[in-house]
């Protein structure tokens, strides 16, 4: 796994990328946004049942300043789109997306002119939860498997090389 115990003197050595990992996969702060059905299986995700906080997620933000992961809960029609947009653009590095639901995902059944047709028409999407709605338990496999992603990626998140690779500042 990558951490080794010195036996006798009673310390722990990793490497720093490992440990910034580990840090951030327990530290994500979700800021929601919710405009569809979707939402309230978010909010039983949220309920003490499934007890989110085990993960270390317990606080979500409604700051996109101090929320390191944004959840697009439902549709998004096009005249929301540069709301969500600037949220995203005013999280800090490093961040992370969730898309939860079909509509979110890819459309959904809103195969019209007046919804976006996917989240990753605006920004990078991390995570896909496919559904309508989705289960708080697929939100749950979903949010563990980011977990898993975040500690993965090291110093540099997928949203940064996205924007390295785009030639953004």
Same mark, same amino acid.
């Given at each position: 796994?990558?951490?080794?115990?010195?036996?006798?003197?009673?310390?722990?050595?990793?490497?720093?990328? !490992?440990?910034?990992?580990?840090?951030?996969?327990?530290?994500?702060?979700?800021?929601?946004?919710?405009?569809?059905?979707?939402?309230?299986?978010?909010?039983?995700?949220?309920?003490?049942?499934?007890?989110?906080?085990?993960?270390?997620?317990? !606080?979500?933000?409604?700051?996109? !300043?101090?929320?390191?992961?944004?959840?697009?809960?439902?549709?998004?029609?096009?005249?929301?789109?540069?709301?969500?947009?600037?949220?995203?653009?005013?999280?800090?590095?490093?961040?992370?997306?969730?898309?939860?639901?079909?509509?979110?995902?890819?459309?959904?059944?809103?195969?019209?002119?007046?919804?976006?047709?996917?989240?990753?028409?605006?920004?990078?999407?991390?995570?896909?939860?496919?559904?309508?709605?989705?289960?708080?338990?697929?939100?749950?496999?979903?949010?563990?498997?980011?977990?898993?992603?975040?500690?993965?990626?090291?110093?540099?998140?997928?949203?940064?090389?996205?924007?390295?690779?785009?030639?953004?500042?």
């Amino acid at each position: 796994m990558g951490i080794d115990y010195l036996k006798g003197d009673g310390f722990l050595a990793t490497n720093l990328n !490992r440990a910034v990992g580990w840090a951030r996969k327990y530290s994500l702060w979700p800021m929601p946004f919710a405009t569809a059905c979707c939402g309230i299986e978010y909010m039983a995700f949220m309920a003490s049942h499934y007890d989110i906080a085990r993960f270390g997620a317990e !606080r979500p933000s409604f700051s996109p !300043r101090q929320a390191d992961l944004l959840i697009v809960i439902g549709t998004v029609c096009i005249k929301m789109a540069p709301v969500l947009k600037r949220i995203y653009d005013q999280m800090a590095e490093p961040k992370w997306v969730i898309a939860m639901g079909a509509c979110a995902s890819c459309g959904g059944m809103f195969d019209v002119y007046s919804v976006i047709q996917g989240m990753d028409e605006l920004f990078p999407v991390d995570m896909y939860i496919p559904g309508c709605p989705p289960r708080p338990e697929m939100l749950m496999q979903g949010f563990i498997q980011l977990q898993e992603k975040v500690q993965k990626e090291g110093y540099i998140s997928a949203s940064m090389k996205h924007r390295l690779l785009k030639g953004d500042n």
